[in-house]
């Protein structure tokens, strides 16, 4: 046997099912977001619950038990978090005017340094001031909203999670039961680095946002902004998201300060603040807390922020970065896709001679799949 062109039936069904898939994905956004929200913290809770287990036989109360030590505590801070962020945020559009007198001096400082037209300076203050403060607010505004709907719907999660946890050993048990015995050693290997994987994230998660909140509230608190723990453990929140977070964790505190500010150094600084405390935490702190296997090159991350912000909104985009890593996990369990695992991989241009090195045979090769055959 051997490949005698593309097959265009196997074309057909390729396509046919991946826009199957698509339109359940969009469809059905309101069930595979807290089904996908429930899995990773079922993930996240199985060595609790584990640990649980040692000493309590039941296992309905070895859960609860999980529960009261990571769950609740979590959400009360959360809670509390945000609802402090509603009050703040509250209060910034009725300071449109004080922005707009901020910038206007701003600029006019600008017009008289490189010589600009200043009836055009103004006319795009005018223009664009209220999008500037909009821009930002409207996203966190949003992100609340989404995180209400989210707690609105905790009860369905936390059923979800606790069925999850239940009845892990039998669902792992059937996954496993779909595979021929000399397969099964690879699959259960899988399913503890996915684990791993999702324990490593989330956690990794938590601790970077308590070390950019201590930082970047250390910094603002030098400068003199007001309630500056607050805006650096909102940095740190919105760090979830990356690129996008960190622009709007920049913009709030910087907005903040054009507000309040007597000076226009200290909105300035705030900005400086955050370039430095970005370059230690992409360099220093991520590498080290999150580790390599969570690393994604940056356009495979663009492109996941794109589209989970096109299918599922802000959901989507915090769910992005945790579902490409264990995407690029699975995609290195199998010899067919291995491959597309090392490409979605950070530091890819320091790798790129593995695909022809160690990639370059029949059964990697993605295309054969939909190759018809001929004696």
Do not use: C
């Not at 826009?19 to 977001?33: E, G, K, Q, S, Y």
């Amino acid at each position: 046997m051997r490949n005698a062109g593309i097959s265009l039936k196997n074309i057909f069904y390729f396509l046919g099912i991946s826009t199957l898939v698509v339109w359940i994905t969009i469809t059905a956004r309101v069930v595979l977001i807290p089904v996908l929200f429930s899995i990773l913290l079922a993930l996240f809770l199985n060595p609790i619950v584990n640990f649980y287990e040692k000493y309590i036989r039941n296992k309905i109360l070895s859960i609860l038990a999980s529960y009261i030590t990571a769950v609740i505590p979590f959400l009360l801070i959360i809670g509390f978090f945000f609802n402090q962020s509603r009050i703040l945020f509250g209060s910034l559009p009725s300071s449109r005017d004080k922005l707009k007198e901020k910038m206007t001096l701003l600029m006019d400082w600008v017009d008289e340094k490189f010589k600009l037209d200043a009836e055009s300076t103004a006319q795009w203050v005018d223009e664009n001031i209220n999008s500037m403060v909009d821009v930002p607010v409207d996203f966190v505004r949003e992100s609340l909203t989404s995180t209400t709907t989210v707690m609105a719907h905790l009860v369905l999660i936390i059923v979800l999670t606790f069925f999850l946890l239940l009845y892990r050993v039998s669902f792992k048990n059937f996954l496993l039961s779909q595979v021929g015995p000399d397969e099964r050693n690879k699959l259960e290997a899988l399913f503890i680095k996915i684990q791993f994987l999702t324990k490593r994230y989330l956690m990794g998660q938590g601790i970077v946002i308590l070390i950019l909140g201590i930082l970047i509230g250390t910094g603002l608190w030098i400068i003199g902004v007001p309630y500056p723990y607050f805006w650096g453990f909102l940095a740190g929140f919105l760090e979830i998201i990356p690129y996008v977070g960190t622009t709007i964790g920049v913009v709030l505190p910087f907005s903040y300060m054009l507000i309040i500010s007597d000076t226009l150094w200290q909105p300035f600084a705030v900005v400086g603040l955050y370039i430095l405390i970005q370059q230690i935490e992409g360099n220093l702190i991520s590498p080290n807390v999150m580790g390599p296997s969570i690393k994604i090159n940056p356009l495979f991350i663009i492109m996941g922020l794109f589209i989970g912000a096109i299918v599922w909104g802000i959901p989507g985009m915090i769910l992005a970065l945790p579902v490409l890593a264990i995407t690029k996990e699975i995609l290195r369990g199998f010899d067919r896709t291995a491959p597309l695992s090392y490409l979605m991989e950070n530091g890819l241009s320091r790798k790129s001679g593995i695909f022809l090195s160690k990639f370059d045979s029949e059964k990697f090769r993605l295309i054969k799949p939909l190759m018809k055959k001929e004696e």
